[in-house]
């Protein structure tokens, strides 16, 4: 027995040194791999992000450089806090609030710790860096944005959170992406890839040299740049006349599907959310619920187009032949229907189709809708001929395009009346689709690119942000026009009428000398639940409009908010907007005039005034002395000039 | 029976071994100790190129060993011994101290390290003292020979503060327990050091109160009862004991050691405490650890440890090398090294088994042992089973001293395996 002794411990102790050794190794193992091997420093080298130019090759957003300080939990060891927090000009609680936040997110991996510090502060930062261990200094790049207009369209970076990093793991905590407008569209493609750099530490955490020499290294892939289809110019001249009321305009040309200017108001300047600020500015736009700066008005503002709409009616009408363009129908201030009435402000008479485009007649234009949908053996099928229609020029669908954000809007069509009215159904339910009131919900940008399709004479390019990337091609949904159901010879005769509309009609006030201008005014009933009351706003102001008639360069659909008449606002800034951008001089001076000293910001007080208060023809506009109006942006100021 | 071609006679299968484990060995220390490109394999001012050269002029000791008359050592074992002794005692006046252990000597350029030779002649020396037809270790006389024979060197290498090594010297007990040394002194030993980590663990009272249950448990289940007052004595040398522990680990012991033995037997209550106490005493164990699990399964390959390439376990070419081989070669190659310390440990002891003479057992069983004891040490210290000692890997750790002496150490016995068929 006794020579077993050692033999058994010998062997005992062979087999718990193997248990242990498959517990510490691949029961509980901690396997490193590159990523989180604490003995490898991962140093991100971050691409320049991708310029963005407008459709000139004016720059409007380039980078500047940034260094955020990074700490990675299980690294950090006890250091002098208040040196630290004297450093970083933070305090106390924020430091323990930040390394809270970092350990939640991840012990291992770096979160920022303060972000975007200044040049000055960088300096006198890295110097000391070495004694804290644990916090390391990312270098970084920021937008600088080269202009103070656009923040709509060109739209920000920001830190991604938790949730972006769970839906695309190629970021990391303190990465920066797009987050709004042409930098969240073009994220990808402006971000280019980040290369990785593993540098060997040692116990010290001092770096020893690169891992295996470098071979799993990778470069980064610079950003692209981006040409976008804007004209500065004319985005900045919009966003200017814009000034003292909400809204949006979007042009577009015809011939491209490019957007020329998107402006919505009121907006704010890009450069106050970038770096440090941001989140502070962020905060107080995105609390702003009134305002609302940061909603895309012309993108995502859902309104009744009003007016405008009687041109969509008038083709479909034309395209069913249930009128003809000489046919005359009477108006007798208004439309009866059953025993009700639709008023009208044309002013009696017999009208043809250009004159009722001119005077906006809505007794022509509630004949000719019922009409279409009475044309089919019953009206469900004819507002489903007459839905259809009006889907195929982009209307209540998103547009597919290539913005952030965006908005079905609404076009009724049977389904949508079956659940509304089970039982019977009626073309004179849906009477006020024939003025571009009732169900019917558009987008501004959805509006323009009706007027581009009818500039177009029958056909539109999907509404696009994009003209050029870097090294590749478009994609075909913004190269291939689309078609519409209406047949090309019936848009002379509405495009007629909308000439009609500035030479005589609502429009005639507002002339450019030298250009053939086609537009439609619209003044829009809106209402508002105040203490949940609903209540009758002012009107909002409507203007479509496309120039010149032959080969048309801009289509366009200005919407002011509460703005009353089509022509009094929406109408004074279309024409401007056209004359800016075909003719690229101001001669209705008076106009911009009028624009700049009159402001609605008492129209939109009223409502959360708390008192009673009257409307539309009711309202005192409110001048702002010339003085008090800020000046032209650069952008439109240089060619002005010239 | 043997080939009577001399060559042959030697036992391959622990030579194989042996050369297995310090080539692998030094595969480990080239890994752990380049930095940046290697450029000369022998290279004498970098650690692998040290070894390297150890390990070839531990060929030429072989040969030299070998060829000398298996009788020579037997009957020179009381000189080397006493040569052993001399050396050791000579470090307090020509040591040198590394790491606050004056256990070197400075041969200007290179260091020896004559503890590590210590083993060798110890183990000569009892081999040689309880084969004496005279002796009967069944005697508490001679046993108390063998005691001081063993305990001479023991206490000479503690008094240079190289406690590791000291306690290789417990190895002998599996020798003379082997040859008949009484089971009574393994039941005491086995009861004194349960005593003691249960009086560390939990306390005295609960120790007490535990040794009571067992010691009046087994007097009563006694037919023929002996006098009371025998387990009365017995409790009350245990509580001495007890006490004796608990008052050397509150105030005796330095305080790194004591530190090591909190971690071990997880003392302090407070998690966070202990967490801290790891980071700080323990950190080369945490580190080793960390370095050993990070290998996993098939480890991250030969030269690509990234925790070994950034220096993160200390000592890692010495006393910690076996966190590199857990790192680079995961746990097949970390199994693969502890099955072939189990393979030549017990080679070396069933041959010991099979010696004709007992000097020639008893001396192939105290190399099992000491080569047993080094293993368990060392790598049950890597892994955080045992309190933290300073104690190399046999054939593994780098050291000239220490491969030399486990080189005579093998390698006398392996000649005089050889000698077997000569003997009677």
Same mark, same amino acid.
């Given at each position: 027995m006794r020579q077993f002794l050692l033999f058994i411990s010998v062997i005992l102790v062979g087999i718990i040194f193997t248990v242990r050794l498959f517990y510490l190794q691949v029961y509980n193992s901690d396997a490193d791999s590159i990523l989180n091997d604490n003995a490898i420093r991962k140093v991100y080298d971050y691409p320049k992000r991708g310029f963005v130019y407008d459709r000139n090759g004016k720059l409007l957003v380039a980078n500047q450089p940034s260094y955020d300080v990074m700490v990675i939990p299980r690294e950090v060891e006890p250091l002098d806090t208040l040196e630290f927090c004297r450093l970083l000009k933070i305090d106390k609680e924020r430091f323990d609030k930040q390394l809270k936040k970092a350990k939640h997110y991840s012990w291992r991996l770096p979160s920022p710790f303060v972000s975007h510090l200044s040049k000055e502060d960088y300096a006198v930062l890295q110097e000391k860096m070495r004694k804290f261990t644990g916090f390391h200094i990312q270098k970084r790049s920021l937008r600088q944005y080269e202009t103070t207009i656009g923040a709509n369209v060109l739209g920000d970076i920001g830190e991604v959170n938790n949730r972006d990093i769970a839906n695309d793991p190629y970021y990391k905590m303190g990465d920066l992406m797009g987050k709004q407008g042409v930098e969240k569209s073009y994220d990808t493609i402006l971000r280019g890839r980040k290369g990785i750099k593993f540098i060997q530490k040692d116990r010290f955490n001092r770096n020893i040299g690169p891992y295996k020499e470098g071979t799993l290294d990778t470069v980064p892939e610079q950003g692209k740049d981006i040409k976008i289809t804007i004209d500065s110019e004319l985005q900045a001249y919009g966003e200017w006349l814009m000034q003292n009321k909400r809204g949006g305009i979007i042009a577009i040309e015809p011939g491209t599907g490019e957007i020329l200017a998107m402006i919505a108001a009121p907006t704010y300047n890009p450069n106050d959310l970038v770096g440090r600020k941001r989140s502070k500015n962020y905060t107080k736009l995105y609390n702003d619920s009134i305002a609302k700066p940061l909603f895309n008005r012309s993108l995502q503002g859902v309104y009744s187009p009003g007016s405008p709409f009687k041109l969509m009616n008038a083709l479909i009408a034309l395209q069913e032949g249930v009128v003809t363009t000489n046919e005359k129908i009477a108006c007798k201030n208004g439309y009866n229907y059953g025993n009700r009435h639709m008023g009208c402000h044309c002013g009696s008479g017999l009208r043809d189709m250009s004159l009722g485009i001119q005077k906006s007649c809505n007794a022509y234009f509630a004949t000719v809708y019922r009409r279409i949908l009475e044309k089919a053996d019953n009206s469900r099928e004819g507002i489903e001929v007459w839905s259809n229609h009006a889907k195929s020029f982009g209307l209540g669908n998103f547009l597919n395009n290539d913005l952030a954000v965006g908005q079905k809007g609404r076009i009724p069509d049977k389904a949508y009346y079956q659940r509304a009215y089970p039982e019977r159904f009626y073309s004179t339910y849906t009477i006020s689709n024939a003025i571009g009131q009732g169900e019917v919900l558009t987008t501004p940008i959805q509006l323009a690119n009706m007027i581009a399709a009818i500039a177009n004479r029958g056909f539109y390019y999907t509404?696009?942000?994009?003209?050029?990337?870097e090294g590749e091609t478009l994609p075909e949904n913004f190269t291939k026009p689309k078609y519409t159901t209406i047949d090309k010879e019936h848009f002379e005769p509405v495009i007629e009428g909308m000439l009609e509309v500035y030479k005589k009609g609502t429009a005639s006030s507002l002339q450019v000398e030298g250009i053939d201008i086609c537009g439609k005014t619209g003044t829009v009933e809106n209402f508002m639940k105040i203490d949940s009351v609903k209540t009758q706003l002012t009107d909002h102001s409507i203007f479509v409009a496309f120039a010149p008639k032959d080969n048309p360069k801009i289509a366009l659909a200005v919407f002011v908010e509460n703005g009353y008449f089509g022509s009094r606002f929406a109408g004074k800034i279309a024409s401007l907007m056209i004359e800016k951008y075909v003719n690229k001089t101001i001669t209705r001076k008076d106009l911009e005039k009028w624009l700049l000293t009159h402001s609605l910001e008492n129209e939109y007080a009223k409502p959360y005034s708390g008192e009673p208060f009257q409307i539309n023809r009711g309202s005192q506009y409110q001048v702002i002395p010339m003085e008090d109006v800020i000046d032209l942006p650069e952008e439109a100021k240089t060619k002005l000039q010239r | 029976m043997r080939q009577t071609d001399r060559h042959f006679k030697f036992d391959w299968i622990t030579i194989v071994l042996f050369f297995m484990l310090a080539g692998f060995g030094w595969l480990n220390i080239l890994s752990a100790s380049h930095t940046g490109e290697i450029i000369d394999y022998l290279s004498f001012t970098e650690f692998y190129g040290k070894q390297l050269i150890f390990i070839i002029l531990s060929v030429v000791l072989i040969i030299l060993m070998l060829s000398i008359d298996a009788k020579f050592y037997e009957r020179f074992s009381s000189v080397i011994y006493f040569a052993s002794l001399l050396s050791l005692v000579g470090l307090f006046i020509f040591g040198k101290s590394i790491n606050g252990a004056t256990s070197w000597y400075d041969l200007g350029g290179m260091t020896l390290q004559p503890s590590e030779f210590a083993k060798a002649a110890t183990a000569l020396a009892v081999a040689k003292y309880v084969s004496d037809l005279q002796t009967d270790i069944r005697q508490f006389k001679h046993q108390i020979r063998i005691f001081i024979i063993i305990v001479i060197p023991a206490f000479l290498i503690l008094l240079q503060k190289d406690a590791g090594s000291t306690l290789?010297? &417990?190895?002998?007990f599996f020798v003379l327990y082997r040859e008949g040394l009484p089971k009574i002194y393994l039941i005491i030993g086995s009861l004194l050091i349960g005593l003691a980590i249960c009086a560390l663990k939990f306390g005295v009272v609960i120790t007490m109160f535990i040794s009571a249950i067992i010691v009046f448990g087994y007097y009563f289940s006694k037919k023929k009862k002996p006098s009371f007052i025998q387990p009365i004595i017995t409790l009350t040398i245990a509580l001495l004991i007890s006490f004796l522990v608990r008052f050397t680990y509150d105030t005796l012991l330095p305080f790194h050691q004591k530190d090591r033995i909190t971690i071990w037997l997880s003392l302090e209550k407070d998690a966070a405490k202990l967490e801290q106490m790891k980071k700080k005493a323990a950190y080369n164990l945490l580190e080793s650890e960390k370095a050993i699990s990070a290998g &996993?399964? =098939? &480890? =991250?390959g030969f030269m690509e440890g990234t925790r070994t390439t950034g220096k993160f376990v200390p000592e890692q070419h010495t006393d910690y090398i076996f966190t590199t081989v857990g790192e680079e070669w995961g746990f097949i190659g970390s199994f693969a090294v502890v099955l072939v310390f189990v393979l030549l440990i017990l080679r070396i002891l069933h041959l010991a088994e099979l010696q004709k003479s007992q000097f020639s057992r008893v001396y192939g069983y105290s190399v099992g042992a000491i080569l047993f004891i080094h293993f368990l040490i060392n790598i049950g210290m890597v892994m955080g089973l045992i309190p933290t000692i300073g104690i190399p890997l046999p054939l593994f750790s780098y050291g000239g001293s220490g491969l030399w002496g486990f080189t005579i150490l093998v390698f006398i016995f392996v000649k005089l395996d050889s000698n077997r068929i000569n003997e009677w």
């Open positions: 509404p696009h942000i994009v003209k050029a990337i | 290789v010297y &417990g190895a002998f &996993g399964w =098939k &480890g =991250k």
